[in-house]
């Protein structure tokens, strides 16, 4: 919003379990509205996975998406220097965790 989106265009998509879980629930509501473009915003130690499942998800539903990181200045982690916090250090073990579970769940390649 702060960046020129207007305010009835952005929404928080609530109720999901999981990323994989949102990205359906958002492609959904994206259809439903008639909506062809959307901007996925996260954390940036999330941000591989969020962005991978989530073009994973919207492969072949015609909407454009852009998944843009919430920027290091913004955010509370400090991905530099991720190994020296716990908080951090925790996010890529999990991350790394969770990508390598969406590969076998859902086919969701971690590099490509």
């Known amino acids: 919003i702060r960046r020129g989106v207007p305010e009835e265009s952005a929404w928080l998509a609530l109720g999901a ?8 629930v958002v492609r959904r509501d994206l259809e439903d509205r008639g909506i062809d473009r959307a901007i996925v ?6 941000s591989r996975r969020a962005g991978r499942t989530f073009r994973h998800v919207f492969r072949g539903s015609g909407i454009a998406l852009s998944v843009e990181t919430l920027s290091l200045e913004r955010s509370e982690d ?8 716990e908080h951090e250090l925790m996010a890529v073990f999990t991350e ?16 490509g």
């Open 17 to 24: 379990t999981s990323t994989y879980e949102e990205a359906i």
């Open 41 to 46: 915003v996260t954390s940036p130690f999330h």
């Open 78 to 85: 400090q991905v530099e220097r991720w190994w020296r916090r």
């Open 96 to 111: 790394s965790v969770k990508l390598l579970y969406y590969w076998n769940r859902h086919g969701v390649a971690p590099v």
